[in-house]
């Protein structure tokens, strides 16, 4: 699955994705954390949710649309498909580990200030959830600027999902549990729905 | 000699918003090149995506190499190692660089060889600077850069099929006369057991190593055999305007001009021509192409 993941998907894909991103939002945290102070926090948090967004286009952008590019020379190797379903499924459960990874360093200085290990939690799930389900509607376009647009509107629920969190930070174990069971679901849910797109790719009607 | 068939198909029927493909019969015959014919939308495309196993939602039964079917092509990972496909557009991603598409196909195809692959770059002049440039990504080359690309990466693999959707479009003459010459090697490399099925507009510049010529109208095959064989069934005339009312009668298809008129014949109506004053030719594949499509279209003739 690994193996799939890093040659069915661009080098600088990943690069970015999973390395230039996180080490940028982790420098800009603790720089801006100086200026910004708790803001910086709430700032950080949208930055990872665009990125999150807008990166796959990069990856599997418009893989979901009808005709889709780069499909053929797929569909005429036996394996072809199911190498791409597997890069897909990589894809999807790496989502949640890189944006703990992002979350938990753009998070220092909050936690340095005394700041709840449980809402960076709570942040991570709700990111995890909104990258994973953004998938659905990211993936049928191949136009960068309605992926922005999406991943506006991604980030607003992120933050919302935050500011809403941070309120209820005392029922965190039950906000825990119900995010991760959205978590599953929604991971389950959308590679479930990108199979189902590489299968009926296979037939005009 | 027995010919025996690489593909063959039977009743391949598919049916779309305005459009049907309905092939009765289908047969690539096995050790030729086979040049696939037809007006835009006439269904070729629908048909090699079909044969080559892009589209699963079709009727009919496809027979490959003389034992699979085409539930085999799905199952056994021998019949799709065994066919190269490339077709126009949709085929790479356009973010994939040269050295991803390299990596893919290597992983996609156990036969595939990066030597022959970086050999044939090299040859078809695919980087400028020559070489080998795997940074290079595939939507920034042109599209007959791009199909230089498709047919190294699938003439780097050891296939007895190759299934080529116009090849022959995108690419200048020399390019052509370059194709030509590898799909001639191909096959004659093969010793009789590898075959190529190819759409093309370009049947001039394909003539040469086409054997075998399939014309398809309006999803259906309307024209099939060998080249030798078509040129034998169809016959180039050229006669005077004085016999161009008569001619009208007999001839399959016929151009006129103020000086005479000129069209194909068939052989069989040859004896119907006796008492004018005609010239005979042996017809072009071009030309029984054009005059079989023309008996064919809808397209207002003028």
């Known amino acids: 699955m690994i193996r799939c993941y890093r040659i069915l998907t661009n080098s600088k894909y990943r690069l970015i994705v999973n390395?230039?991103?996180?080490?940028?939002?982790?420098?800009?945290?603790?720089?801006?954390?100086?200026?910004?102070?708790?803001?910086?926090?709430?700032?950080?948090?949208?930055?990872?949710?665009?990125?999150?967004?807008?990166?796959?286009?990069?990856?599997?952008?418009?893989?979901?649309?009808?005709?889709?590019?780069?499909?053929?020379?797929?569909?005429?190797?036996?394996?072809?498909?199911?190498?791409?379903?597997k890069a897909i499924l990589m894809d999807i459960l790496v989502r949640p580990f890189r944006i703990a990874i992002y979350v938990f360093i753009a998070g220092i200085p909050y936690m340095q200030k005394g700041g709840s290990i449980n809402v960076i939690v709570l942040a991570i799930l709700i990111l995890a959830c909104l990258s994973v389900v953004s998938l659905n509607v990211l993936?049928?376009?191949?136009?960068?600027?309605?992926?922005?647009?999406?991943?506006?509107?991604?980030?607003?629920?992120?933050?919302?999902?935050?500011?809403?969190?941070?309120?209820?930070?005392?029922?965190?174990?039950?906000?825990?549990?119900?995010?991760?069971?959205?978590?599953?679901?929604?991971i389950a849910l959308t590679y479930y729905h990108m199979e189902m797109r590489i299968d009926t790719s296979f037939r005009d009607e | 000699?027995?010919?025996?068939?690489?593909?063959?198909?039977?009743?391949?029927?598919?049916?779309?918003?305005?459009?049907?493909?309905?092939?009765?019969?289908?047969?690539?015959?096995?050790?030729?090149?086979?040049?696939?014919?037809?007006?835009?939308?006439?269904?070729?495309?629908?048909?090699?995506?079909?044969?080559?196993?892009?589209?699963?939602?079709?009727?009919?039964?496809?027979?490959?190499?003389?034992?699979?079917?085409?539930?085999?092509?799905?199952?056994?990972?021998?019949?799709?190692?065994?066919?190269?496909?490339?077709?126009?557009?949709?085929?790479?991603?356009?973010?994939?660089?040269?050295?991803?598409?390299?990596?893919?196909?290597?992983?996609?195809?156990?036969?595939?060889?990066?030597?022959?692959?970086?050999?044939?770059?090299?040859?078809?002049?695919?980087?400028?600077?020559?070489?080998?440039?795997?940074?290079?990504?595939?939507?920034?080359?042109?599209?007959?850069t791009k199909m230089k690309l498709m047919l190294a990466g699938v003439m780097a693999r050891n296939t007895d099929l190759l299934i080529l959707d116009e090849p022959a479009s995108p690419l200048d003459?020399?390019?052509?006369?370059k194709l030509c010459q590898m799909i001639g090697e191909y096959i004659e490399n093969g010793n009789g057991e590898k075959s190529v099925f190819f759409s093309t507009h370009n049947i001039s510049d394909m003539e040469n190593i086409?054997?075998?010529?399939?014309?398809?109208?309006?999803?259906?095959?309307?024209?099939?055999?060998?080249?030798?064989?078509?040129?034998?069934?169809?016959i180039h005339i050229k006669g005077d305007a004085c016999d161009v009312e008569a001619a009208k009668q007999i001839l399959y298809t016929i151009s006129t001009n103020s000086y005479g008129f000129e069209g194909i014949c068939l052989a069989k109506d040859l004896d119907k021509l006796a008492g004018m004053k005609v010239t005979k030719e042996i017809p072009s594949l071009y030309q029984i192409s054009v005059a079989v499509m023309k008996n064919n279209t809808k397209l207002v003739m003028r």
């Open chain 2, 1 to 144: 000699m027995e010919t025996s068939y690489v593909v063959k198909g039977e009743n391949i029927r598919k049916k779309l918003k305005k459009f049907e493909l309905n092939v009765q019969e289908l047969k690539i015959p096995k050790g030729f090149a086979t040049a696939l014919i037809g007006e835009n939308g006439a269904g070729k495309t629908t048909l090699l995506n079909i044969i080559s196993g892009i589209r699963l939602d079709y009727n009919g039964q496809i027979t490959y190499f003389d034992k699979y079917n085409d539930k085999d092509r799905e199952k056994n990972p021998e019949v799709k190692s065994r066919i190269g496909y490339t077709g126009p557009g949709r085929y790479y991603l356009p973010q994939w660089t040269v050295s991803d598409i390299e990596e893919i196909s290597k992983l996609l195809f156990e036969d595939f060889s990066s030597e022959k692959f970086h050999m044939l770059c090299d040859e078809l002049a695919i980087f400028p600077e020559g070489g080998f440039n795997g940074s290079k990504k595939s939507s920034d080359l042109s599209d007959g």
């Open chain 1, 139 to 186: 993936r049928y376009s191949d136009v960068l600027q309605i992926n922005y647009f999406v991943a506006m509107v991604f980030s607003m629920l992120a933050t919302v999902g935050l500011v809403l969190a941070h309120e209820f930070v005392s029922k965190t174990i039950v906000l825990l549990i119900v995010l991760a069971v959205v978590l599953c679901v929604a």
């Open chain 2, 210 to 234: 086409t054997d075998y010529a399939i014309i398809m109208e309006h999803g259906n095959i309307v024209e099939a055999g060998f080249v030798e064989d078509l040129k034998e069934k169809y």
């Open chain 1, 19 to 85: 390395f230039l991103i996180p080490i940028g939002i982790g420098i800009l945290a603790l720089i801006g954390e100086h200026f910004l102070g708790m803001l910086m926090g709430i700032f950080g948090f949208v930055i990872i949710a665009c990125a999150e967004t807008v990166g796959d286009y990069f990856g599997f952008g418009g893989i979901c649309k009808k005709g889709a590019l780069g499909m053929e020379l797929l569909k005429t190797a036996h394996d072809g498909t199911k190498y791409l379903g």
């Open chain 2, 173 to 177: 003459p020399l390019m052509r006369d």
